[in-house]
C-alpha cells in the first residue's frame, strides 16, 4: 500500500485495546471518518504496528518530507510506558519531526490516567515528551458510549484539530542549515553540528564504559549482601537478621545508584539535544545539500558513531538484567524500593538513548544504498 496525502500512525499496546473491547481500534477509524467527513480528503490510518504495510509506510515517512504531512498518535496508560516499541515509536518521530519544525505532529490521547504526566520533574524521557505537547484528555470519554453525543463531538474535534495543524504552516523550519548559507548566518552550521558531535562521541563512550563500572559495583554489594543473608540465616537471626542486612545494604547501594542515575539522566538529556540536528544532517549529505569537504568529515564521524552505536548495543543487555533484578528486589524490601525504582529508571533512559543513536545507525547505513553480493 502506498499510501499518499495526510497520515496517522496509531502508537498503541495491543493489549490495551483487548482490555478495552477493541475500542482503541475503532477509536482510530472513527477519526478517520470525522476527518474525511470534514475536510473531504482520506486520512490514512495505520494501526497495526506489527503488519508489513506499517513498517514501509513507517519508514518512508520518516525518510521523506512526507513527515509534513504524517500525524503520530500515542494512546497514553500505563502499559505504554512499560512498551519499549511504543516507546521506541515516539522517540523516533520526535527526532525526525523536530527536524523539520513539526512537533506538532505528535498528538497523544491521554487514554488511562499517568500521574507521571502532570509531575514538574520526570525523569522519563518519554514522558517529558508527552507532557511538552497539548495532549488530549480521553480518560473520561473512554468510558462513555462510543454513540453517544458527548462522544462523537470528541471526536469530531479532534479531526478538526488534525485538520487545523495542516493548514497552519511550521513555526520554524528545520534545525539544522547549510553552512554557506547566507541567510542562516546565526543558526547552527553542518560543520558546527559535526563539530559537537566529534565533542559528544567520547563522552558518550564514556558513559557507556562508567555504566559498566558501577554494574559491576552493584552487582559485587549486592552479593556480599546475600552471603550475609546467608550468615545470618545459619545464625538463627530470623527476619530481624534479614532486615538489619537489607538497611545495611540499603545504606551501601546509596552513592553508586546516585551515580547511576546521573548518567542515565546525562546520556539521555544529551542524545535528545542533538537528535533533531543529527538526523537532518544525514538528510542532507543524503540530498547532495553539502560540500565534498563536508560530507567527507561528516563520513569520518559516522565511523566512529558506529563503533559506538556497537559498543552500546553490547552493553544494553547487562544493564536490563539489571534493571530486571532491581524489579525484583524493590518487590520484596521497603528500604531498597526507592533505590531500585531509581536504578529501573536509569536504564530506561540508556535504553531509549540507544534508540536515538539506532536510527542514526540505520540513516547512516541507507547513505550506502543497497547492498549488492558478489
Known sequence: MNAIGPAG??????????????????????????FEMTTGDELHVFVDNTSIAWGEQWRAR????????????????????????????????????????????????????????????????VVQLISRRQWVDWRQLRLEDENSPEYRQAVNQLALRLKSILE???????????SSSAEAADQPGFLDSLAE??????????????????????????????????????????????????????????????????LGSRYSAELSRIDPGIITMIRMIGEGEVTEEEEASAREIFGQLTEMIVAAREAV?????????????????????????????????????????????????????PKTGS
Open 9 to 34: 500512525f496509531w502508537s498503541y499496546t495491543h493489549r490495551d485495546d483487548q482490555l478495552d473491547g477493541g475500542r482503541i481500534r475503532r477509536l482510530a477509524e472513527a477519526i478517520a471518518h470525522a
Open 62 to 125: 520518516l525518510d521523506s518530507a512526507l513527515t509534513s504531512t504524517t500525524f503520530l498518535i500515542p494512546i497514553i496508560t500505563p502499559k505504554f510506558l512499560k512498551s519499549q516499541e511504543c516507546r521506541r515509536e515516539i522517540i523516533t518521530f520526535s527526532g525526525h519531526a523536530a527536524s523539520l519544525g513539526l512537533d506538532d505532529l505528535i498528538l497523544p490521547i491521554h487514554y488511562v490516567d499517568v500521574p507521571q504526566l502532570t509531575e514538574e520533574d520526570s525523569g522519563d524521557e
Open 168 to 178: 497552519t504552516p511550521p513555526a520554524s523550519g528545520p534545525i539544522l542549515v547549510p
Open 197 to 262: 558531535m566529534e565533542i559528544a562521541l567520547p563522552e558518550w563512550a564514556d558513559t557507556v564504559q562508567k555504566f559498566g563500572e558501577v554494574l559491576e559495583s552493584l552487582n559485587a554489594k549486592t552479593q556480599a549482601s546475600a552471603i550475609q543473608m546467608q550468615q545470618s540465616d545459619a545464625r538463627g537471626g530470623g527476619f530481624a537478621g534479614r532486615l538489619r542486612v537489607t538497611n545495611e545494604l540499603a545504606a551501601d547501594l546509596g552513592a553508586p545508584v546516585a551515580e547511576l542515575a546521573q
Open 317 to 369: 543487555p547487562n544493564l536490563q538484567g539489571l534493571s530486571e533484578g532491581a524489579k525484583v528486589m524493590a518487590s520484596g524490601s521497603r528500604a531498597l524500593r526507592p533505590l531500585m525504582n531509581t536504578i529501573q529508571t536509569a536504564v530506561q533512559q540508556v535504553v531509549d538513548g540507544q534508540t536515538i543513536i539506532e536510527e542514526w545507525g540505520r540513516m547512516i547505513d541507507e547513505l550506502e544504498g
